[in-house]
């Protein structure tokens, strides 16, 4: 059973920093990319980062416009645990954060993580940036 849990979501405010978790289960992670996804209240889930498999040449990371410079994604394998840090919050950046990996992938698509493709979720940690 795939299981992917995410957790380090709260409360914060504008500037703060957050360092997400998604701990994994059930398959071979190494060998997989790991994507994360973000979703606001009455808007679609958006790709926000992805991290290749460090298992093949190319290994690569994926950051939208929105988060670049100022989120980081790492993995660490012996865990099966992936991150997310992410600092100067904005009150944009309040969203439910989804950790997701797909059954066939390795990689990441150069135009970002696919919702549709992404065959396993967590349950979502909440993030709320406010004064």
């Known amino acids: 059973q795939v299981q992917l849990v995410e957790s380090g979501g709260g409360l914060v405010q504008p500037g703060d920093s957050l360092r997400l978790s998604c701990a994994t289960s059930g398959f071979t992670f190494p060998y997989y990319s790991i994507a994360w996804f973000r979703q606001a209240p009455g808007e679609e889930r958006e790709g926000i980062s992805c991290i290749s498999s460090g298992k093949y040449p190319g290994a690569v990371t994926y950051y939208a416009e929105s988060v670049k410079g100022r989120f980081t994604i790492s993995r660490d394998d012996p865990k099966s645990t992936v991150y997310l840090q992410m600092n100067d919050l904005k009150p944009a950046d309040t969203a439910v954060y989804f950790c997701?990996?797909?059954?066939?992938?390795?990689?990441?698509?150069?135009?970002?993580?696919?919702?549709?493709?992404?065959?396993?979720w967590g349950e979502g940690t909440l993030v709320t940036v406010s004064s």
């Open positions: 997701a990996v797909r059954q066939i992938g390795s990689q990441c698509p150069e135009t970002g993580p696919d919702y549709y493709g992404m065959d396993y």
